[in-house]
């Protein structure tokens, strides 16, 4: 069984930094995505970056483009998020999930975490 786990959230100032982990267990092959999406309140869920395992390609939303960055640790079925240069916008639960392949939308990955909290003050 697939399970997805999240760490890293918190409080932080505008312009800080934050950086999260999501432990992918259950996950077989090497052929898989991890996208991360976040949420906030009274908005939609927001596709924000994607890695895929078998070349590391990626995707980032453009609200995110030249902050994010994302890495993998496939022996260790980890994927990070780096947040740089954070805003109050960015103020959302993050969650990471699993699919074959890297989606923008959230309708087809299969497996999802729980979540992290973001709060970014201004």
């Known amino acids: 069984e697939v399970q997805l786990e999240e760490s890293g959230g918190g409080l932080v100032q505008t312009g800080g930094s934050l950086r999260l982990s999501c432990a992918a267990s259950g996950v077989t092959g090497d052929d898989y995505a991890i996208g991360w999406f976040r949420q906030a309140p009274g908005k939609d869920n927001e596709g924000v970056s994607c890695i895929k395992s078998s070349d590391n390609s990626t995707w980032f939303a453009d609200s995110v483009k030249g902050r994010f960055a994302i890495s993998s640790d496939s022996a260790k079925r980890l994927v990070y998020l780096q947040m740089n240069s954070l805003k109050p916008e960015d103020t959302a639960v993050y969650s990471c999930?699993?699919?074959?392949?890297?989606?923008?939308?959230?309708?087809?990955?299969?497996?999802w975490g729980p979540g992290t909290q973001v709060t970014v003050s201004s």
């Open positions: 999930a699993a699919f074959s392949a890297c989606e923008v939308v959230s309708g087809p990955y299969d497996y």
